[in-house]
């Protein structure tokens, strides 16, 4: 259920993302473009449903999208995310769900949750910049089945081994998309090489 991503422009774009001397304009630019590059894979099988239309020239059997999407973002980094999917799917509802990991235990701790209703028939993208531990995401994806979805992908940018066996084993059924595996985590569970702390360097905290 691993999908990584590869294309020239993708890497390129994560490079310059990677880079410590990259502004906090220029990260929050290029993560927007990156979500956006990887939106055409993450739709990729999205469902359609056929309809006929009314062209100038008469009548079309053509097809559109069966089933809503609705964007969860991870705050705060997720944020970042959304624009670029959501440029490409403007119909997509956004939800909310807060998570942050707490630097001792590495465990992950929820804050704030607000979903659309429609949850249960959705394609449902969980949007984080970074798979680390994996605890957060697994946490998220847990919390957004107890809602009633069932259709989930987890849509991230750079992830560590670690990340992906723990979203796997905890959710067989969730396809992850990665536009970056990176060898390990350090010992305060950043990913490394990876890019430092997204959430940070997208809202220029740090």
Known sequence: MLNLLKHPLLTHKLTHLRKKETSTK?????LEEIAGLMAYEITRDLPLKNITVETPMG??????LAKDVVLVPVLRAGLGMVDGISNLIPTARVGHIGMYRDHQTLEPKTYYCKF??????????????????GGSASAAISFIKEQGAKTIKLV??????RGVEKVMKDHPDVQIYLAGLDEKLNDTGYIVP??????DRLFGTK
């Open 26 to 30: 220029e990260f929050r630019e290029t």
């Open 59 to 64: 009548k079309c059997n053509t097809q559109e």
């Open 116 to 133: 659309p209703e429609n949850l249960p028939d959705a394609v449902v993208m969980v949007l984080d910049p970074m798979l680390a531990t």
């Open 156 to 161: 991230c940018v750079v992830g560590a081994p």
């Open 194 to 199: 990876g890019l430092g702390d997204a959430g």
